[in-house]
């Protein structure tokens, strides 16, 4: 039988017997789902106890903080992203202008080079890992394709880097040319 201090509030089990609840009787074992015993207070796996009087200490971590050692997970990082769409000839007014308009739709937009029946657009994705990022990037087409005006093109190209990865490039100058001038070009 668990003894419970003055004042203190009872096992949940205990308090749902005692005001005739349908936990186990005081005095009993409670059972897990296989019928073996549950672990009680104190022991692996059993709820913590604390010595009579002990009060729980609080601990507060500040938004970002980690331990020593400890690798961020799940935050987000920024991914250079390269698509590239092919299709039937179109307009190139009209490529242009559709371009222009996901450029403006679209945070993180680098630039894109088109063609009248082929384009690379290039931006900034901000994501959790790679997979997100390849995931929003093969979206991208096809989610702005009417908001846009976009051609019915087919995405042909696809290359997500990370941002170390695309700066270790351009510092050994094999990597994709600098987004410069950014904006919407003519290949």
Partial sequence: MRRV??????????AAASRGGSG????????????????AAGEAGGPA?????????????????????????DLPRLWHVTLSVSGEEAPLKEVRRALEQLAHDHPFFLTSRYANDHAEIRYWEEARDLHDAAAVALRLWGEHRQTAGLPPWEIVGLEVIDRQTYHQRIAEGYGPPPASPVGVHPF
């Fill in 24 to 39: 186990p009787p005081a005095g009993t074992v409670a059972r897990a789902a296989g019928g073996s015993p549950a672990p």
């Fill in 49 to 73: 106890t604390r010595a009579a009087g002990e009060e729980r200490a609080l601990t507060s971590v500040a938004a970002g903080d980690r331990y020593r050692g400890e690798e961020p997970r």
């Fill in 5 to 14: 201090r003055p004042g203190a509030t009872a096992s949940r089990a205990g």
